[in-house]
Structures are given as structure tokens and as C-alpha cells.
Nanobody, 121 residues
Framework: QVQLVESGGGLVQAGGSLRLSCTAP????????MGWFRQAPGKERDFVAV????????AYADSVEGRFTISRDNAKNTVYLQMNSLKPEDTAAYYC??????????????WGQGTQVTVSS
């Protein structure tokens, strides 16, 4: 089974920063759009950010626009999510995904195991 591997989560105070990374097998990373989603306890998995294969097009959820930045390094098969000015409401498990694109989680066929981000007030 294809595995995407996330890292970089942790505990941070409000206003702080974290950078998440996600590495995928080359045959997947080279074909698909990469996205980040997040899921808080008892809530649905929500779209966070997405980046096109070449990295020229990105999109963000309104709640993170201006604070989070998605990028990808195709030579390293890695996608990043730089998160600045973190808020307690950003607390969630963060998942990277590979797929045809868009903001709907069910459209993505490949997922990581998730990395926990906790923001204290």
C-alpha cells in the first residue's frame, strides 16, 4: 500500500510556527497534485491547502490564507506546509494527500498517517 509519510507536528504556543513535511513515493509524487487536510476531534476532515504538480498554482482555505504556505520540492518528493501565526483553532491532526486536485478529501486516493499539531493559548 502506498504510504505518504508526514512529520513536523508538535506542541506550540499561539503565535508560533511549525513546518510540516510529507514525503511520497516518486511514482505518486510525480503524477499528482498534493494537498494538506486537517481533522479535529469530532469534526470532519477539512481542506487546508493544495499545490499543483509544478508548484505554480496553490489554493488555501480561508481560515489559513496569509498564515500558511504550501510548497513542494519535486527533486525530494516532498511537500511542505509552513504554518505561521498559529492559533488554538488550528489544533488538529494534519494529513497530506495525493490526488487529482481540488478541495474535497474524497477525491484524493493516497493519504499519510497524519501528524498532530497542538496550539496552546
Amino acid at each position: 500500500q502506498v504510504q505518504l509519510v508526514e512529520s513536523g507536528g508538535g506542541l506550540v504556543q499561539a503565535g508560533g510556527s511549525l513546518r510540516l513535511s510529507c514525503t511520497a513515493p516518486g511514482r505518486i509524487f510525480s503524477r499528482y497534485v498534493m494537498g494538506w487536510f486537517r481533522q479535529a476531534p469530532g469534526k470532519e476532515r477539512d481542506f487546508v491547502a493544495v499545490i499543483s504538480w509544478a508548484g505554480g498554482h496553490t489554493a488555501y482555505a480561508d481560515s489559513v490564507e496569509g498564515r500558511f504556505t504550501i510548497s513542494r520540492d519535486n527533486a525530494k518528493n516532498t511537500v511542505y506546509l509552513q504554518m505561521n501565526s498559529l492559533k488554538p483553532e488550528d489544533t488538529a491532526a494534519y494529513y497530506c494527500a495525493a490526488g487529482p486536485g481540488g478541495t474535497v478529501s474524497r477525491e484524493y486516493g493516497y493519504w499519510g498517517q497524519g501528524t498532530q499539531v497542538t496550539v496552546s493559548s
